[in-house]
């Protein structure tokens, strides 16, 4: 059984000894530990360290690419380095190590296909009062849209199986957290909680730059998944909000109109028209839409397929 452990770096030179010094040399159940850095364009000496390290695989981008791509690769790469196990490890040495063994052990006794390690968000210091109620908002929402019960859904610390991670196709720029959960839930994989300890602060957050800037990328991200993972419902929903507006502005006019009054009240039937005809057109949207979704499923089975084979080749 073999496990890799990636991490995502962008100038990490000075916590990046500190995160590898931290991670197990042996795992029970684990035949094999490697671990894949991801230089998200360093312009520090991040991959002078990482080799200096011994880091057995590093992945180069030549331009920072954020952190939702350097993800989204270092998945990719692991598979191809013939990974049974991946787990996602931040560089800024936040998640303790030692509990890589607990996220991991799920997948080893074939309980869950991805596991998310939750940190104990209220007694977290460096995290402000304001923060960790966003986090716990952010997890709620998700929880919502995604039909998973994730306690820390913006955790970076998780496992895959090879499975799980062959499966995940991260579309989003900004954070892979939150879109990761809604394809594995809406894709039939199992997805589990567990507690994890958290280390003291070696740096501000790159991703959170501040609270307003985090609200509205989270909100518009989490905007953007329910519409490619659920857009029958979204499209639907504005085609119902379109006829119901249309229908009661229709109404409306009948009434005056039987009244005697129906002149006054030409611009009710012209707006009842055109949101009709809106509702029509948003609901033939809403049918093309889930048509191409049901596209997108077949491709990804496809991909599945073919890197089965080459996995299989090397």
């Known amino acids: 059984m073999k496990l890799i452990i990636q991490i995502p770096c962008y100038n990490e030179e000075k916590s990046l000894p500190v995160t590898f010094c931290a991670i197990p040399k042996e795992i029970k159940g684990i035949d094999k530990i490697e671990i894949l850095v991801i230089n998200d364009g360093s312009n520090d000496n991040t991959v002078q360290v990482a080799k200096e390290l011994g880091i057995n695989y590093i992945v180069n981008f030549s331009k920072n690419l954020g952190l939702a791509r350097a993800f989204d690769a270092g998945l990719k790469n692991c598979i191809k380095y013939g990974a049974d196990i991946i787990v996602n490890l931040d560089a800024d040495n936040q998640y303790c190590a030692d509990d890589i063994e607990k996220i991991i052990e799920p997948i080893l006794n ?59 196709n991260i579309f989003d720029n900004y954070t892979y957290t939150m879109e990761s959960i809604i394809q594995a839930q809406r894709k039939g994989l199992s997805i589990l909680s567990v507690p994890i300890r958290v280390n003291d602060d070696l740096r501000p957050s790159r991703l959170v730059k501040n609270n307003l800037n985090y609200i509205f990328r989270s909100a518009k991200t989490m905007l953007r998944f329910f519409i490619i993972y659920h857009p029958f419902r979204f499209f639907i929903s504005l085609a119902l909000i379109f006829f119901t507006l249309g229908l009661f502005l229709g109404f409306r006019y009948l009434y005056f109109f039987l009244l005697g009054d129906g002149s006054g009240h030409i611009q009710s039937l012209i707006l009842c028209g055109l949101l009709i005809t809106g509702g029509f057109q948003t609901a033939l949207l809403a049918i093309i839409s889930d048509l191409l979704a049901i596209n997108r499923k077949l491709v990804e089975d496809v991909q599945i397929k073919v890197q089965t084979l080459q996995n299989g080749k090397d």
């Open 110 to 168: 074939n309980k869950a296909d991805i596991v998310i390690g939750a940190r104990p968000i209220n007694s977290i210091k460096h995290f402000s009062p304001l923060k960790k109620l966003l986090q716990k908002i952010g997890s709620f929402v998700m929880k919502k849209i995604s039909g998973a019960d994730i306690l820390d859904a913006p955790s970076g610390f998780r496992a895959f199986s090879k499975n799980a991670a062959m499966r995940i």
